[in-house]
């Protein structure tokens, strides 16, 4: 019986690049993921939750001022999710 070499390849990012924001509350500190780039995953993993909830999710964000779009457009580089974004960025605009 053969046995293949496995390759892991190991990466590290700052938190910047995963969008992790630190959120004090009484208790102790929180980190969370910004709404940029929750909206980037719903757009990288649409199979999970639905394209429905990707798009309202994006169109929540830019209502209610959760985000600007350059930190959007960060998120979604980061993702791997510019093109698959940017008609339903362009589509709100």
């Known amino acids: ?3 293949s070499a496995v390759v892991i390849k190991h ?3 700052d938190e910047a690049a995963f ?3 630190e959120h004090a509350l009484p208790g102790g500190t ?3 993921y910004s709404p940029a780039k929750t909206v980037a995953d719903c757009f990288q993993y649409p199979h999970k939750s639905g394209l429905d909830v990707a798009i ?3 169109r929540d964000g830019r209502r209610e001022r959760k985000f600007p ?3 959007l457009s960060k998120a979604a580089a980061v993702c791997r999710v510019s093109r698959a974004i940017q008609p339903y960025v362009e589509m709100l605009a």
């Open 1 to 3: 019986m053969e046995r």
């Open 11 to 13: 990466r590290k990012f």
């Open 19 to 21: 969008g992790v924001q």
């Open 30 to 32: 929180v980190r969370v």
């Open 56 to 58: 309202e999710s994006l």
């Open 69 to 71: 779009m350059n930190e």
